[in-house]
């Protein structure tokens, strides 16, 4: 399994508009943060969890040319208005695109882009073609299962844990509060994947520290941080953490891969 980082920032994004602090004006690339997303790739499927404003970007930027699925964590802004880009992946495959997401998320999706069906537009208009397909419990993409984790964020959002084979990854990207049954869901994942806005608390957002003591009780093998804010100097935020949890990146890719020792993964930079 391999997962790209297409973003790892808060919904401004960073640097955000009109500001000069240090992160915002570093000359440092780790610092440059778009959108959160992910993209997972297996042998059989790519699928990518949110579509937030910079998607088409991302998909340029780290030169990503398959997208089998989409799948929705909430229907946030900074999370869903990349979505209309994913037309130049039906022209790519020739097929209707699946996009999965509680109930809630896909109304409002489909309110936002109400345009959007699985039929071609009567009058040859260039519409992306998506079937909408509501998460009630486990699915499978794919070789990929996906189960949808419960998770406060001031609205439902929907964490996810992805299994492939052996492999087990948590996403929470925007998280308040975690219930105590989708922290024993996730307990000894291979990889953790978890918001940590800020180093001051936050309404909607767990900060560093609420991060880490949620990581304590997860126990992955490796965590990575996202949805950060300019409140956090990648390096400073790196040098600062326990073993184990590292700074995420845009452009980050971490290949995983089930062997009979254990699992072995490496990273390397996509972009
Ligand atoms: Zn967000
Ligand atoms: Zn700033
Ligand atoms: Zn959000």
């Known amino acids: 399994m391999e997962l790209t980082f297409l973003g790892t920032g808060t919904s401004v994004g960073i640097p955000m508009i009109g500001c000069h602090c240090p992160v915002c004006s570093s000359a440092n690339p780790r610092n440059i943060r778009r959108r959160t997303s992910l993209y997972v790739k297996t042998k059989k499927v790519a699928l990518v969890?949110?579509?937030p404003p910079d998607f088409r970007?991302?998909?340029?930027d780290f030169?990503?040319?398959r997208l089998d699925a989409v799948v929705f964590t909430h229907a946030h802004a900074d999370h869903i208005f990349g979505f209309d880009d994913i037309r130049r992946f039906n022209t790519l495959?020739?097929?209707?695109?699946?996009?999965y997401g509680d109930a809630e998320t896909l109304n409002d999706v489909q309110r936002v882009f109400n345009y959007i069906g699985n039929r071609p537009s009567p009058q040859g208009l260039y519409r992306p073609l998506v079937?909408?397909?509501e998460v009630m419990g486990p699915f499978q993409v794919g070789d990929v299962?996906?189960?949808p984790l419960d998770v406060r964020h001031g609205r439902k959002m929907t964490g996810y844990l992805l299994e492939a084979g052996a492999?087990?990854?948590?996403?929470?990207?925007?998280?308040h509060e975690m219930p105590a049954a989708t922290v024993r869901r996730l307990v000894g994942v291979d990889v953790m994947i978890l918001d940590a806005l800020r180093y001051r608390p936050h309404p909607s957002h767990i900060?560093?520290?609420?991060s880490l003591a949620l990581l304590a009780q997860i126990a992955p093998r490796a965590a990575y941080l996202i949805h950060l804010c300019h409140d956090l100097d990648h390096d400073a935020l790196a040098g600062a953490l326990p073993f184990g949890v590292r700074v995420s990146y845009d452009g980050l890719r971490v290949r995983l891969e089930a062997r009979a020792e254990g699992t072995v993964w490496s990273e390397e930079c996509a972009s």
């Open 167 to 175: 492999l087990r990854v948590g996403y929470v990207p925007d998280c």
């Open 63 to 65: 030169r990503i040319e």
């Open 131 to 133: 079937d909408f397909v």
């Open 145 to 147: 299962r996906l189960t």
């Open 93 to 99: 495959s020739g097929k209707v695109i699946p996009a």
């Open 207 to 210: 900060c560093v520290e609420e």
């Open 57 to 60: 970007q991302q998909m340029l």
């Open 49 to 51: 969890i949110d579509t």
